[in-house]
C-alpha cells in the first residue's frame, strides 16, 4: 500500500520529491507534511506501525495550548528522557547550538508540528516491546525531540514561547466495522 523508499539504508537515498510523486491517490488524505515528517524520513521504524493501519487514520492539523502540549504523553519511560532533554536545552549548551535547538529557541515553537494519536488508549505501543498501551488523550507519534523542547520550553517560562503550537493530529477509527 505504501510505496518503497528506494536506497533508503544508503547514501544515495531516494529525494523525498521523488518518493512524494509515487504516492497513490488512495492515500491523498495523508497531509504531504505527515508524509515527508514520518513516512519518508523514519520509514524503517514506520513499519512498526503498519498493523495498526495508519492509512485509515484521519489526520487534523490543530493548534495546541501550552497546557495541551503537556497533555501529551508516551509509553514507558519516555516522559523522564523527553523532560530531561528539555532541560538539556534551557541549561546546557549541546542542545542550544543545535539547528532545531536555535530554531526554536528563537521561534518559540516547532519548525514541523509534532504527530500525536488521539484516541489510541486501548492499543499497545507497536515500537515499545512492553506491551503498554498507548497514553490517553495523547500519544506521540513523531517528533520526540521538537516535543521535549516545546516541554523544556514550557516548563522554563522560555521568553520566546509561543501560546500555540501546530500539531498533526492522527485519530483512529473508532466507528468501523472493517476493523
Known amino acids: 500500500m505504501f510505496p518503497i523508499i528506494q536506497n533508503y539504508d544508503s547514501q544515495s537515498v531516494e529525494s523525498f520529491e521523488d518518493y512524494y510523486q509515487k504516492w497513490p491517490q488512495t492515500l491523498n488524505h495523508i497531509p504531504k507534511e505527515v508524509v515527508e515528517t514520518w513516512i519518508y524520513r523514519h520509514w524503517s521504524g514506520f513499519q512498526d506501525w503498519l498493523p495498526l493501519q495508519p492509512e485509515r487514520w484521519a489526520y487534523e492539523l490543530c493548534e495546541f495550548t501550552n497546557e495541551q502540549i503537556m497533555e501529551i504523553g508516551h509509553v ?79 516548563m522554563g517560562h522560555h521568553c520566546n514561547l509561543s501560546k500555540k503550537h501546530k500539531v498533526w493530529v492522527a485519530t483512529y477509527p473508532l466507528n468501523d466495522d472493517c476493523a
Open 76 to 154: 514507558d519511560d519516555w516522559p523522564l528522557q523527553l523532560r530531561s532533554w528539555g532541560r538539556e536545552l534551557l541549561q546546557g549548551q549541546y542542545r542550544k547550538t543545535t539547528w532545531l535547538g536555535k530554531y526554536m529557541l528563537e521561534k518559540g515553537t516547532t519548525p514541523t508540528p509534532i504527530i500525536i494519536g488521539k484516541n489510541f488508549g486501548s492499543f499497545a505501543h507497536p515500537v515499545e516491546y512492553d506491551d503498554e498501551n498507548m497514553k490517553e488523550p495523547y500519544q506521540l507519534i513523531e517528533g520526540h525531540m521538537r516535543l521535549s523542547y516545546l516541554m523544556g520550553m514550557i
